[in-house]
């Protein structure tokens, strides 16, 4: 193994001084997503980890390596939400004064929840519209201020931290791993995992996941280093980071076997599936890697035990409305149309009768009458049984006299729906 900022033993040491701090998650079987694999499928519960994520692994084990001076300082960093709830954890308990930046697509729940750890120890401050612009801010103030600025995954500390997650995984499985899968944002948890995976059970096959409207490592992968990505959709915001890290990234490429992508509507359909099946609370990025081992996004089935990683249980249930949505939309059981109804009596009830014969349900009717026009505009949303039923409505609108466009997916006018 060539020479790396971070080891194997510096895993081990770590997983030593965080025994007596963190939680020792559960390894829980999955029957529906063993159904659906054709294999034995185990979710590491790091949802239920301090701070409802592995976060606190790496963000506790750099704190508390400083030096007293160091502390003195005080520490500062950028999340989406997590390595800051970790952040204000070490705050917390060592006694160290610390700053938060977060984006402003943070989730208020996790907002509130940094508040409510860090206590008095901790100040929040909101600051850009992406993680990275947050961790530009974080960053700039850490000089300013002569604070440590503490990294949620490109640092040797915080890599090493993290990958105690594995260190666990091989404890609690009774026998030979054929899979893991993991997901990833900046790449600090894959690349934890992936040294102890290969130090101690080198025929396991390893497997990234990334959102695909936010696939910074597999960017980094083919450009040979890491790239800034253009746009990134930041709905997976435990994931969303446009730039991946320096020290993951050989890592990643010369221990990961693959990293796959998963677009963010497939995520929704796992979080409302883990929920109603295994009534677990999932966070978007926690539910990556159950997402793509049950959608098929792995080049190699896996034919053995496999475990996915759930990373992260910090999600607004104020989201729910969005998630359901985005779901619908993917499993193409949603459709929208813009209907032209003729300004006559009866129109209404023809499409009702008509169109939509095979019993498909409205969601969503927003009707405008003008005075004096022949016609009145209509936005329709309409929730199919099953999608291959698609043809046929098309079928009958097409030969209906009423004037009927569909809205295709990604039109700028779902932005107004999301």
């Given at each position: 193994m060539p020479d790396r900022a971070v080891t194997p033993d510096d895993v081990a040491a770590t997983a030593v001084r965080l025994r007596s701090v963190v939680r020792r998650t559960a390894l829980e079987g999955s029957y529906r997503l063993s159904a659906a694999a054709r294999c034995e499928v185990w979710l590491?519960?790091?949802?239920?980890?301090?701070?409802?994520?592995?976060?606190?692994?790496?963000?506790y084990a750099l704190i508390a390596s400083l030096s007293e001076e160091e502390r003195s300082r005080g520490v500062i960093c950028a999340s989406a939400g997590n390595h800051g709830q970790g952040l204000a954890f070490a705050c917390a308990q060592l006694g160290i004064p610390g700053r938060v930046f977060v984006p402003t697509n943070t989730p208020r729940q996790k907002r509130d929840r940094i508040r409510a750890i860090g206590g008095d120890r901790v100040e929040l401050v909101v600051a850009g519209g992406s993680y990275d612009a947050a961790s530009a801010a974080a960053q700039d103030a850490a000089r300013?201020?002569?604070?440590?600025?503490?990294?949620?995954?490109?640092?040797?500390?915080?890599?090493?931290?993290?990958?105690?997650?594995?260190?666990?995984?091989?404890?609690?499985?009774p026998g030979p791993l054929d899979t893991v899968v993991v997901p990833i944002g900046g790449g600090g948890l894959v690349a934890g995992m992936a040294l102890w995976l290969r130090e101690r059970s080198p025929g396991t096959r390893i497997v990234g996941v990334e959102p695909a409207g936010a696939a910074s490592m597999r960017a980094a992968l083919d450009a040979g280093r890491p790239?800034?990505?253009?746009?990134?959709?930041?709905?997976?915001?435990?994931?969303?980071?446009?730039?991946?890290?320096?020290?993951?990234?050989?890592?990643?490429?010369?221990l990961v076997d693959e990293v796959v992508t998963v677009e963010e509507g497939a995520v929704c359909t796992e979080m409302l599936e883990l929920?109603?099946?295994?009534?677990?609370?999932?966070?978007?990025?926690?539910?990556?890697?159950?997402?793509?081992?049950?959608?098929?996004?792995?080049?190699?089935p896996p034919t053995g035990p496999t475990v996915c990683v759930v990373s992260g249980g910090n999600n607004d249930v104020s989201r729910y409305g969005e998630i359901v949505e985005r779901s619908l939309l993917h499993e193409q059981?949603?459709?929208?149309?813009?209907?032209?109804?003729?300004?006559?009596?009866?129109?209404?009830?023809?499409?009702?009768?008509?169109?939509?014969?095979?019993?498909?349900?409205?969601?969503?009717?927003?009707?405008?009458?003008?005075?004096?026009?022949?016609?009145?505009?209509?936005?329709?949303g309409i929730d199919l049984e099953r999608a291959e039923d698609l043809p046929a409505l098309l079928a009958r609108m097409d030969a209906s006299p009423i004037e009927t466009e569909r809205v295709p997916p990604g039109s700028p006018l779902f932005s107004f729906l999301l």
């Amino acid at each position: 193994m060539p020479d790396r900022a971070v080891t194997p033993d510096d895993v081990a040491a770590t997983a030593v001084r965080l025994r007596s701090v963190v939680r020792r998650t559960a390894l829980e079987g999955s029957y529906r997503l063993s159904a659906a694999a054709r294999c034995e499928v185990w979710l590491k519960r790091e949802d239920a980890q301090l701070c409802r994520s592995y976060k606190v692994r790496g963000a506790y084990a750099l704190i508390a390596s400083l030096s007293e001076e160091e502390r003195s300082r005080g520490v500062i960093c950028a999340s989406a939400g997590n390595h800051g709830q970790g952040l204000a954890f070490a705050c917390a308990q060592l006694g160290i004064p610390g700053r938060v930046f977060v984006p402003t697509n943070t989730p208020r729940q996790k907002r509130d929840r940094i508040r409510a750890i860090g206590g008095d120890r901790v100040e929040l401050v909101v600051a850009g519209g992406s993680y990275d612009a947050a961790s530009a801010a974080a960053q700039d103030a850490a000089r300013d201020a002569g604070s440590l600025y503490v990294h949620p995954f490109d640092d040797a500390r915080t890599i090493a931290g993290q990958g105690t997650v594995a260190v666990e995984i091989l404890e609690q499985h009774p026998g030979p791993l054929d899979t893991v899968v993991v997901p990833i944002g900046g790449g600090g948890l894959v690349a934890g995992m992936a040294l102890w995976l290969r130090e101690r059970s080198p025929g396991t096959r390893i497997v990234g996941v990334e959102p695909a409207g936010a696939a910074s490592m597999r960017a980094a992968l083919d450009a040979g280093r890491p790239v800034t990505l253009d746009a990134v959709d930041g709905f997976v915001d435990g994931a969303a980071v446009a730039r991946a890290g320096e020290l993951p990234l050989p890592i990643v490429r010369d221990l990961v076997d693959e990293v796959v992508t998963v677009e963010e509507g497939a995520v929704c359909t796992e979080m409302l599936e883990l929920y109603q099946t295994e009534g677990i609370i999932a966070e978007p990025a926690g539910a990556l890697a159950s997402a793509a081992l049950r959608t098929g996004r792995l080049s190699r089935p896996p034919t053995g035990p496999t475990v996915c990683v759930v990373s992260g249980g910090n999600n607004d249930v104020s989201r729910y409305g969005e998630i359901v949505e985005r779901s619908l939309l993917h499993e193409q059981l949603r459709h929208y149309f813009l209907v032209t109804f003729p300004q006559e009596p009866g129109a209404l009830r023809h499409f009702l009768d008509g169109v939509l014969a095979g019993g498909e349900d409205i969601v969503l009717f927003e009707y405008v009458k003008k005075n004096n026009r022949e016609t009145g505009p209509a936005l329709v949303g309409i929730d199919l049984e099953r999608a291959e039923d698609l043809p046929a409505l098309l079928a009958r609108m097409d030969a209906s006299p009423i004037e009927t466009e569909r809205v295709p997916p990604g039109s700028p006018l779902f932005s107004f729906l999301l």
